[in-house]
T-cell receptor, first 111, second 112 residues
Framework: QKEVEQNSGPLSVPEGAIASLNCTYS??????FFWYRQYSGKSPELIMF????GDKEDGRFTAQLNKASQYVSLLIRDSQPSDSATYLC???????????FGKGTSLLVTP | DAGVIQSPRHEVTEMGQEVTLRCKPI?????LFWYRQTMMRGLELLIY????????DSGMPEDRFSAKMPNASFSTLKIQPSEPRDSAVYFC??????????FGQGTRLTVV
């Protein structure tokens, strides 16, 4: 079973702070890593993806990948109340097409 | 492109009835996925297709579930007979070669 683990939260941060969301995965053959945001009652939407070790920045979002530790994280700088949502980590193995999702971390940004 | 289109958006049916969910993927995407989401289990992969061919249906709960993709622009997920425990949100997603999945708006299924 290929596991993707996330802390369910809720993670509460004040407006303007940095939110740090973490994800671990069990399949060492995993090659592609994705972060999705899901608002209540809506479908998941892609925030960003990362394939290589290190950091990847896109606006207020930074994805960090450490394949040796089987760990991927998402940092949200200058958090806004509109960032309050569930954040889903997804992992794709090199041997298949499917994305395996974690159960998500609920983020609450308080004004 | 209008994105992944699913229908219906909401479905309420009685136990034992047949339910058919429909999906139109994004044009040019070569993979299509059916997921089910519940509070308890999160997003579960049911089945996925690559170039219209079913690749892995190990996530399909039981024989009551079936899926087809007759062409590159259409897929169905059928539940027959439906049961109350099938109540969930069912998502269809399609991906290009690069692998990022784009989701439809989902079908909220309630079986009473």
């Amino acid at each position: 079973q290929k596991e993707v683990e996330q802390n369910s939260g809720p993670l509460s941060v004040p407006e303007g702070a940095i939110a740090s969301l973490n994800c671990t995965y069990s399949d060492r053959g995993s090659q592609s890593f994705f972060w999705y945001r899901q608002y209540s009652g809506k479908s998941p939407e892609l925030i960003m993806f990362i394939y290589s070790n290190g950091d990847k920045e896109d606006g207020r979002f930074t994805a960090q990948l450490n394949k040796a530790s089987q760990y991927v994280s998402l940092l949200i700088r200058d958090s806004q109340p509109s960032d309050s949502a569930t954040y889903l980590c997804a992992v794709r193995s090199n041997s298949g097409y499917a994305l395996n999702f974690g159960k998500g971390t609920s983020l609450l940004v308080t004004p | 492109d209008a994105g992944v289109i699913q229908s219906p958006r909401h479905e309420v049916t009685e136990m034992g009835q047949e339910v058919t969910l429909r999906c139109k993927p994004i044009s040019g995407h070569n993979s299509l996925f059916w997921y089910r989401q519940t509070m308890m289990r999160g997003l579960e992969l049911l089945i996925y297709f690559n170039n219209n061919v079913p690749i892995d249906d190990s996530g399909m709960p039981e024989d009551r579930f079936s899926a087809k993709m007759p062409n590159a622009s259409f897929s169905t997920l059928k539940i027959q007979p439906s049961e109350p425990r099938d109540s969930a949100v069912y998502f269809c997603a399609s991906t290009p070669e690069t692998g990022e999945a784009f989701f439809g708006q989902g079908t909220r299924l309630t079986v009473v």
